[in-house]
């Protein structure tokens, strides 16, 4: 049982910024960039061949598809400098949550080894 603690410790987390970007976001129009479709299509096709997974290959060539057919609505992403300071302070908020939990896992496999 201790040893699910962490995984569920983690699940908790992502459900919580989850609930907590719904709340933030409510009432506002969110349009989907598809050029993040894309790029995680061509993230996800290389993952499930090298692991022979047919569920990353189905969805890496899903999201490729819907990134390719509407190429035309891909947004163009902005500079640093172009960012507002709130903007940058989330983007460095994320990255920051991203670096920590790969340090989290890696520390967690090496103490699993």
């Known amino acids: 049982m201790s040893t699910y603690i962490p995984i569920i410790g983690l699940a908790l987390l992502i459900i919580l910024l989850a609930i907590i970007a719904?709340?933030?976001?409510?009432?506002?129009?969110?349009?989907?960039?598809?050029?993040?479709?894309?790029?995680?299509?061509?993230?996800?096709?290389p993952l499930g061949?090298?692991?022979d997974s047919p569920a990353f290959l189905g969805m890496g060539i899903v999201f490729m598809l819907v990134g390719i057919i509407n190429?035309?609505?891909?947004?163009?992403?902005?500079?640093?400098?172009?960012?507002?300071?709130?903007?940058?302070?989330?983007?460095?908020?994320?990255?920051?949550?991203?670096?920590?939990?790969?340090?989290i896992g890696v520390v967690a496999y090496i103490f699993a080894s």
């Open 71 to 103: 190429k035309d609505k891909w947004k163009k992403e902005k500079g640093w400098a172009n960012l507002s300071s709130a903007q940058k302070k989330n983007k460095l908020l994320v990255a920051g949550s991203l670096a920590l939990l790969l340090l």
């Open 22 to 45: 719904m709340i933030k976001n409510k009432g506002e129009k969110i349009t989907p960039d598809y050029r993040v479709f894309f790029i995680l299509g061509i993230t996800w096709l």
């Open 49 to 51: 061949i090298a692991t």
